[in-house]
């Protein structure tokens, strides 16, 4: 059936871009066998993340998509019932089916969705599956769902989110029970051949590093296949660890079916022009050994054309497409919480997060110097003057105990980059760890908070993957410094801001990338505010640059509950994590909601002759200055959200000064930070011109030492006063 699928497809659709499995046909007996035992052993599911290479017949003869839906896709007709964002081409398209088994067995097949950038699905592939299996909650004692990777050898070798990937797969946060894959080698990468594209002597030598088994097998040898995925899957099964299988094949075609791939592999294409197919060769073997006979084999096939012949002309008779082929969005596997009146919280519940701190478990040595800050958690819960930490952790603990799963990875999040968080504590003496947010009340949800391997790509890419599936909890992924957040742009670009309208693919990830110029150099003053808004279009993601930590709070609670799902990029501070002026009282977590705009309440309207608008840290400088200074003259309007603009907010704040001119202010270079967007979208929209104060466009993000970053402080904060 494989190759007779891409035998018809050839000759029906001449010169179209499919992507052909044709010379690695053993992969689809290889992975039908898998499955079949994944069925008949009882697992729930089986997910299966993949190239493009090959697709369409996984699609048809492995996740039970139809052939007429990828005929129609090939004629391009869309389905009318689908979601209709800008689409994709089909090759990158996913799907949901049920795969029955020989016995009868059947398990559920999901076929994730993926963009070109190859090895970009794996990450989200095991987030996908870690979050199916979290809900199913076997505890990490059994895992039943089945992850599997299809690779090229080009890109398993050369692509270091494979790296990234398999050494996420024994840790806590993110193992999934084992992983099978099956790296197609082709033995060519598009036009480059393995002594270019690799140093080692195998394409899968970079599995080693995790002492994962390998197969070698050779793909014109079928029963040879079959064997070796009853293999790998019982090996994983009984060791719960990643496993790999090398189908040593090749690619009859070019790169794609409109390439000529003699140009570049002359003698290669030479011995593949002359080899007989696949299922030819196992023709003639089962012909031989009398299984069969030639009657049969020429009658099964003349019967599966018949078949497709039949589907591709009642398609054409019948343009409309039928719905129900592709990805059901996460929301229509779990139901929504129940959203509740406000994001606002009781006194009760906030003295309840802030009382956890303080029931230590018995026998439990807190470090010394933590112990004065659980105290003081458990006071500001009460007095207020509550700090941006525990701000933060109030909006987790009052989530959790409203029954929202929380899921918070990254590098150092448990204590937080700066010393801010500390969600786990560790015994002094045994090293044993305490979260006090998974001891608030019996009914609670689950908290889960990882450090994460020193990774973005693929951390990132696991998270997204996770917030898809689990449309129920609050996921989040946070930055080292906001500076390393493009190391993960792959995932930002293919992923986070265009899945929904490229798949429909919803998710809610949220971003906490630290941002702040406080003379810390290039490397650590920026996330990039610029990129992210970038690419903001069609209420595609939420981008926030929160200035308090009520705000914070807010805003977390708010996103947790809303729908439609989008991810949300939170810009965090670094300066105002301590800073005195930044804290905020008990009535601001029990009062209120999210402001995407706070106007200035410091001033007297009538006497002011310029309004500010700024977004982020450089608040707290610019009201200092104005204190300082006593300035009465000068508004200053803090534009919390960026995207979607809050035009009307914002509007609504400059209507109380009439006659004062409007200047934005900004931390970041002129070509940089927020100002690009604003000039293209706020200001063409507003009623008064707005003037610019920042720092001069620069190539680099900001000044490599302390003094020269003081010195342009000041030189803008003048500018920002002066008349």
């Known amino acids: ?104 067995e059947t398990t559920k097949v999901y076929l994730a969705a993926n963009p070109s950038h190859l090895e970009a699905v794996n990450p989200v592939l095991e987030g996908i599956v870690r979050a199916k299996q979290d809900r199913l909650n076997h505890a990490g004692e059994d895992f039943p769902v089945l992850p599997i990777l299809l690779h090229g050898d080009a890109a398993f070798a050369g692509q270091g989110v494979v790296a990234e990937t398999l050494q996420q797969s024994q840790l806590r946060g993110y193992r999934t029970g084992g992983t099978i894959h099956v790296v197609v080698n082709n033995q060519v990468g598009f ?136 990805l059901r969005p996460a929301e229509d596997r779990d139901a929504a919480p129940e959203a509740p009146a406000s994001t606002a919280i009781s006194a009760e519940t906030l003295r309840a997060i802030g009382q956890a701190h303080i029931d230590v478990p018995e026998g439990f040595t807190v470090h010394p110097k933590l112990a004065a800050l659980l105290e003081r958690r458990a006071k500001m819960a009460v007095d207020g003057g509550i700090d941006w930490g525990f701000a933060e952790l109030a909006a987790f603990g009052s989530l959790l105990m409203e029954g929202v799963p929380v899921r918070l990875a990254g590098q150092d999040s448990q204590r937080g980059t700066f010393t801010q968080r500390h969600s786990v504590f560790h015994d002094r003496i045994t090293g044993d760890t305490w979260a006090p947010l998974r ?155 999210f402001q995407p705009v706070i106007p200035d309440a410091g001033v007297d309207a009538k006497d002011v002759t310029r309004v500010l608008l700024v977004s982020g840290r450089l608040y707290y400088d610019l009201l200092a200055r104005r204190e300082k200074s006593g300035d009465t003259s000068t508004a200053i309007v803090r534009v919390e959200q960026l995207y979607p603009l809050p035009l009307d907010e914002i509007r609504k704040a400059l209507r109380a000064y009439p006659v004062a001119d409007v200047t934005w202010v900004q931390d970041e270079p002129a070509n940089q930070g927020p100002w690009p967007f604003m000039a293209l979208n706020l200001v063409p929209q507003l009623d008064v011109p707005v003037t610019l104060v920042s720092r001069p466009a620069s190539a680099a993000t900001s000044a490599g030492t302390k003094g020269r970053h003081d010195q342009e402080l000041s030189t803008l904060l003048d500018a920002a006063f002066g008349r």
């Not at 004629?75 to 949901?96: A, I, M, R």
């Open 439 to 593: 001891h608030l009340s019996e009914d609670q949800a689950k908290f889960w908070v990882y450090n994460s391997l020193l990774s973005e790509y693929a951390a990132l890419g696991f998270e997204y993957g996770y917030s898809v599936e689990r449309s129920d909890a609050l996921v989040l992924w946070e930055a080292q410094f906001g500076d390393f957040v493009n190391g993960a742009q792959t995932i930002i670009d293919e992923f986070i801001s265009s899945a929904d309208q490229k798949w429909s693919q919803t998710s809610s990830v949220v971003l906490l990338l630290p941002h702040g110029y406080e003379g810390q150099g290039p490397d650590h003053s920026s996330a990039r505010i610029e990129r992210f808004l970038q690419m903001c279009a069609e209420d595609n993601m939420r981008v926030v640059n929160p200035s308090t930590g009520a705000n914070h709070f807010h805003l977390l609670r708010e996103h947790a509950y809303a729908r439609p799902r989008r991810p949300l990029i939170v810009f965090t501070p670094k300066q105002l994590l301590r800073l005195k002026a930044a804290a905020n009282s008990v009535e601001d977590f029990t009062e209120g909601g």
């Open 1 to 104: 059936a494989a190759e007779a699928f891409e035998t018809f497809l050839q000759t029906k659709y001449v010169g179209q871009k499919r992507f052909s499995l044709e010379g690695a046909e053993s992969v689809i007996p290889m992975m039908d066998a898998v499955i079949d035992e994944a069925a008949e052993f009882g697992l729930d599911e089986v997910v299966i993340g993949m190239p493009h290479r090959g697709r369409l017949n996984v699609l048809a003869n492995i996740a039970g998509k139809s052939y007429g839906q990828i005929f129609r896709e090939f004629e391009g007709t869309q389905d009318p019932n689908s979601v209709q964002g800008s689409g994709d081409v089909k090759y990158h398209l996913g799907t949901e089916g049920v795969f029955t088994g020989e016995d009868g």
């Open 191 to 326: 036009t480059t051949s393995p002594s270019a594209s690799r140093s080692s002597v195998y394409s899968t030598d970079v599995a080693r590093m995790i002492q994962a088994p390998i197969f070698h097998v050779n793909g014109d040898d079928p029963e040879a296949c079959v064997r070796v995925a009853e293999l790998a899957y019982e090996f994983r099964q009984a060791f719960m660890k990643d496993v790999v299988i090398d189908l040593v094949c090749y690619r009859r075609r070019g790169h794609n079916e409109g390439d000529d791939p003699s140009m570049t592999q002359p003698r290669m294409y030479n011995l593949i022009e002359q080899k007989r197919s696949t299922r030819k060769l196992y023709v003639e073997s089962l012909v031989g050994r009398g299984d069969i006979t030639q009657e049969e084999a020429d009658s099964a096939l003349k019967d599966y054309q018949q078949q497709l012949e039949r589907v591709f002309a009642e398609t054409h008779e019948d343009a409309p497409a039928s719905g129900g082929e592709g």
